[in-house]
């Protein structure tokens, strides 16, 4: 069974940090470029990051440059989005999802609550 | 960047009758445009995609057209699990900053 898990997300402080990953399974994770897409609470989807195959282009939505990062281990199957300096609008549930242009196969999502 | 404008926001419709859903991109994408459908709780689900095909396991009554800046996605006779809100999602350019639209959410009239 193709499948994305996220994990990591929780409550953070304004300011602080926090890692995301998701594990994915059922199907060659290498042969594709991933994706973060985020979701605040009652809003739309919004694209955040894409990655490609070997980790050697990356992309970001311009409201989290320098800010976040992206990265995947493809010997683990795993894609990770690092973020940092963390805003209250920041706040959202974050999917990861294969990307073939369009989204074919999504996580469940992790909820990240950035507040004091 | 393209900007995805969806109509109408809210679309109300009775079990049975068809929708229509638009997306209109700011400049051309070709025909590099998906339909994902989310239910409360839910990751989307990818519908449609090349502005036309159907993704696996989508029933036909679901069908997209259009391309260049304007889009449809059609449902021909609603059932009660197609309410639901539809995101349109441009994937035309590089660097790959692809947006969505802001959802139409289909209820029950």
């Known amino acids: 069974e193709v499948q994305l898990v996220e994990s990591g997300g929780g409550l953070v402080q304004p300011g602080g940090s926090l890692r995301l990953s998701c594990a994915a399974s059922?199907?060659?994770?290498?042969?594709?470029?991933m994706s973060w897409v985020r979701q605040a609470p009652g809003k739309g989807l919004e694209w955040v990051a894409n990655i490609k195959q070997d980790g050697s282009e990356k992309y970001y939505v311009d409201s989290v440059k320098g800010r976040f990062t992206i990265s995947r281990d493809n010997a683990k199957n795993s894609l990770y989005l690092q973020m940092n300096s963390l805003r209250a609008e920041d706040t959202a549930v974050y999917y990861c999802?294969?990307?073939?242009?369009?989204?074919?196969?999504w996580g469940q999502g992790t909820l990240v609550t950035v507040s004091s | 960047e393209i900007v995805m404008t969806q109509s109408p926001a809210t679309l109300s419709v009775s079990p049975g009758e068809r929708a229509t859903l638009s997306c209109r991109a700011s400049q051309s994408v070709s025909s590099n445009l998906a339909w994902y459908q989310q239910k409360p709780g839910q990751a989307p689900r990818l519908l449609i995609y090349?502005?036309?095909t159907r993704a696996t396991g989508i029933p036909a009554r679901f069908s997209g057209s259009g391309s260049g800046t304007e889009f449809t996605l059609t449902i021909s006779s609603l059932q009660s699990e197609d309410f639901a809100v539809y995101y349109c999602?441009?994937?035309?350019?590089?660097?790959?900053?692809?947006?969505f639209g802001q959802g139409t959410k289909v209820e029950i009239k």
């Open positions: 999602q441009q994937y035309n350019n590089w660097p790959p900053l692809w947006t």
């Open positions: 090349g502005a036309s």
């Open positions: 059922g199907f060659t994770f290498s042969s594709y470029w």
């Open positions: 999802a294969r990307n073939s242009g369009s989204y074919q196969v």
